[in-house]
């Protein structure tokens, strides 16, 4: 009987592999970080041949690491930098061109074109997403038109198109699987939501052929096998899920409501919203959160542009602290922040404001702030900028939400979360295990296996590490954002 699930969490800046056991307890891990290649400035690429090298390199040490033979594992999940674009060849497998990373902006120029013809929402209504260069059709269309020969050999049927799960599959399978899951569909500008397939319009508008584009499948499913050679013995591949996706499975959000908070570099906050796909007026994007027994189920999403690396910011570049966790020593040292406020825009404001122009705040000084107010400031902006997205989310859905399940590296800080439960008047719960999104890959493809029985199963092994509850009093908290409110006012407009 295997007794463990491997999960392959590629992202942004590393590669890493976790290997679960049925309790959900993580019994190895091994991580490699990837170079990004800025080639122009604002440009962003990955070479496609290091990541999968890389993810292929971790899973074998993560192996090595714990003695765990192919034997012992039931399935492979994978989660996945969502949005990132890769196209190969269909017979050599190497790529035209290097992987362009989400972040990359070289095509936001075309899409300021495309919103002011009043496209906006031609694609919104199809995809559930804003015309933005973050997604992949944009980036797809760019090597096509820019690769020499590109564009030829693809209508030839001679190229095949992917985001990082898709290409990863490909090698793992050498080629026998050229396929995508629901959640990684929904972010390429290319996918109905609401049809569940390739829009034939979109394809046609960006002119891509559809004999690139990967078939779209189940969240959870056996799609195929790893070839022989890489694990010296066949390995089900079956599951995949974008990364936020994947932390909102890894949280056990399965029902409609259930909201998690990532608190990483930036912040992300998804709400499972079942069969229902809202249709955002406010910034906030209509996505697939996983397809399961044929049934998929949606998520609205607000994405924070800075959330931890504000603390990053203080360490860094100000030198106010010495490590991201003495923020939280420094920030309980004072009983507030003094009536200072600052609002981390450095690249604009995401959701629900929308400001590209903002820039970064520091308001209220007076000889009385100190340093220790200044750092208390800059963590109370995590939870106000969450605070917004979760009060957007509750006016879009009509109701009030539950209790917030956090991660990422900020939910470490137990003064943020504390804060985040006062400021919203509602529980923060974080669980066990914060490693949600490679739980959340692991999760979907033990299921798909049967190591896992069902969903409820899953949620009988999310276990909580802490609860915050909120005890603010009401004119405090009201105060508190006021002021938070009128300092966004003055981070708005800025940059030219
Ligand atoms: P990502 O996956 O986006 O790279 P992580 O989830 O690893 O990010 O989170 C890293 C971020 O969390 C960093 O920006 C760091 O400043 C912040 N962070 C880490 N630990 C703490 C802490 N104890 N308090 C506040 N912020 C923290």
Redesign the pocket.
């Given at each position: 009987m295997p007794k463990y699930v491997m999960a392959f969490d590629s992202?942004?800046?590393s590669n890493r592999c976790i290997i679960f056991d049925r309790k959900g307890n993580i019994i190895s891990v091994a991580q490699r970080e990837l170079n990004m290649i800025y080639p122009e400035p604002g440009w962003v690429e990955q070479d496609a041949n290091q990541i999968w090298a890389t993810q292929l390199a971790v899973a074998v040490e993560a192996m090595q690491m714990a003695n765990i033979s192919a034997d012992e594992i039931a399935s492979i999940g994978i989660t996945n930098q969502r949005e990132t674009t890769i196209v190969w060849d269909r017979t050599t497998g190497e790529p035209v061109y290097n992987a362009i990373v989400w972040q990359c902006r070289r095509t936001s120029k075309y899409c300021d074109e495309l919103i002011a013809e009043g496209r906006t929402d031609f694609f919104k209504k199809k995809t559930g997403l804003l015309i933005d260069a973050y997604f992949s059709a944009t980036k797809l269309k760019w090597i096509l038109d820019n690769v020499p020969g590109a564009r030829e050999r693809a209508e030839k049927g001679e190229l095949l198109f992917g985001t990082v799960d898709s290409w990863l599959v490909w090698k793992l399978t050498k080629g026998n699987s050229h396929i995508t899951d629901y959640s990684n569909a929904s972010r390429t500008l290319l996918f109905n939501i609401h049809e569940l397939r390739w829009d034939r319009e979109l394809l046609d508008f960006f002119g891509i052929p559809a004999s690139m584009l990967p078939q779209v499948m189940d969240s959870s499913k056996i799609y195929d096998c790893t070839d022989e050679s890489f694990f010296g013995k066949k390995i089900p591949l079956s599951g995949i899920a974008g990364d936020q996706q994947s932390a909102l499975f890894g949280q056990a959000c399965f029902s409609k409501g259930d909201i998690k908070n990532?608190?990483?570099?930036?912040g992300f906050l998804l709400m499972n919203t079942g069969d229902t796909i809202i249709d955002s007026k406010q910034g906030l994007l209509s996505t697939i959160a996983w397809g399961i027994d044929g049934k998929v189920s949606y998520a609205l999403e607000g994405s924070v542009f800075t959330?931890?690396?504000?603390?990053?910011w203080l360490?860094d570049e100000m030198g106010l602290i010495s490590?991201?966790?003495e923020?939280?020593e420094i920030a309980a040292s004072v009983e507030d922040s003094n009536g200072c406020y600052f609002v981390p825009a450095f690249t604009g404001l995401g959701a629900p404001y929308w400001d590209s122009s903002a820039r970064g705040t520091i308001v209220g000084l007076t000889r009385g702030v100190s340093r220790s107010h200044v750092v208390r400031a800059a963590?109370e902006s995590?939870a106000y900028q969450s605070y917004d997205v979760v009060k957007t989310m509750e006016a879009e859905m009509g109701e009030d939400i539950g209790d917030l399940r956090v991660?990422?590296?900020?939910?470490?800080?137990d003064l943020?979360l504390k804060i985040q439960a006062d400021i919203l008047g509602r529980k923060v719960i974080r669980p066990k295990c914060i490693e949600t999104t490679a739980l959340g890959a692991a999760y979907l493809s033990g299921l798909a296996v049967g190591f896992w029985k069902d969903m409820e199963e899953l949620r009988q092994n999310w276990a909580t590490d802490r609860v915050f509850a909120p005890d603010m009093d009401e004119d405090r908290r009201d105060r508190m954002l006021k002021g938070w409110h009128k300092a966004v006012e003055k981070a708005k407009d800025w940059a030219d």
């Amino acid at each position: 009987m295997p007794k463990y699930v491997m999960a392959f969490d590629s992202g942004t800046t590393s590669n890493r592999c976790i290997i679960f056991d049925r309790k959900g307890n993580i019994i190895s891990v091994a991580q490699r970080e990837l170079n990004m290649i800025y080639p122009e400035p604002g440009w962003v690429e990955q070479d496609a041949n290091q990541i999968w090298a890389t993810q292929l390199a971790v899973a074998v040490e993560a192996m090595q690491m714990a003695n765990i033979s192919a034997d012992e594992i039931a399935s492979i999940g994978i989660t996945n930098q969502r949005e990132t674009t890769i196209v190969w060849d269909r017979t050599t497998g190497e790529p035209v061109y290097n992987a362009i990373v989400w972040q990359c902006r070289r095509t936001s120029k075309y899409c300021d074109e495309l919103i002011a013809e009043g496209r906006t929402d031609f694609f919104k209504k199809k995809t559930g997403l804003l015309i933005d260069a973050y997604f992949s059709a944009t980036k797809l269309k760019w090597i096509l038109d820019n690769v020499p020969g590109a564009r030829e050999r693809a209508e030839k049927g001679e190229l095949l198109f992917g985001t990082v799960d898709s290409w990863l599959v490909w090698k793992l399978t050498k080629g026998n699987s050229h396929i995508t899951d629901y959640s990684n569909a929904s972010r390429t500008l290319l996918f109905n939501i609401h049809e569940l397939r390739w829009d034939r319009e979109l394809l046609d508008f960006f002119g891509i052929p559809a004999s690139m584009l990967p078939q779209v499948m189940d969240s959870s499913k056996i799609y195929d096998c790893t070839d022989e050679s890489f694990f010296g013995k066949k390995i089900p591949l079956s599951g995949i899920a974008g990364d936020q996706q994947s932390a909102l499975f890894g949280q056990a959000c399965f029902s409609k409501g259930d909201i998690k908070n990532t608190y990483g570099t930036g912040g992300f906050l998804l709400m499972n919203t079942g069969d229902t796909i809202i249709d955002s007026k406010q910034g906030l994007l209509s996505t697939i959160a996983w397809g399961i027994d044929g049934k998929v189920s949606y998520a609205l999403e607000g994405s924070v542009f800075t959330s931890g690396a504000t603390i990053q910011w203080l360490r860094d570049e100000m030198g106010l602290i010495s490590s991201a966790a003495e923020s939280e020593e420094i920030a309980a040292s004072v009983e507030d922040s003094n009536g200072c406020y600052f609002v981390p825009a450095f690249t604009g404001l995401g959701a629900p404001y929308w400001d590209s122009s903002a820039r970064g705040t520091i308001v209220g000084l007076t000889r009385g702030v100190s340093r220790s107010h200044v750092v208390r400031a800059a963590l109370e902006s995590l939870a106000y900028q969450s605070y917004d997205v979760v009060k957007t989310m509750e006016a879009e859905m009509g109701e009030d939400i539950g209790d917030l399940r956090v991660d990422g590296g900020a939910s470490a800080n137990d003064l943020l979360l504390k804060i985040q439960a006062d400021i919203l008047g509602r529980k923060v719960i974080r669980p066990k295990c914060i490693e949600t999104t490679a739980l959340g890959a692991a999760y979907l493809s033990g299921l798909a296996v049967g190591f896992w029985k069902d969903m409820e199963e899953l949620r009988q092994n999310w276990a909580t590490d802490r609860v915050f509850a909120p005890d603010m009093d009401e004119d405090r908290r009201d105060r508190m954002l006021k002021g938070w409110h009128k300092a966004v006012e003055k981070a708005k407009d800025w940059a030219d």
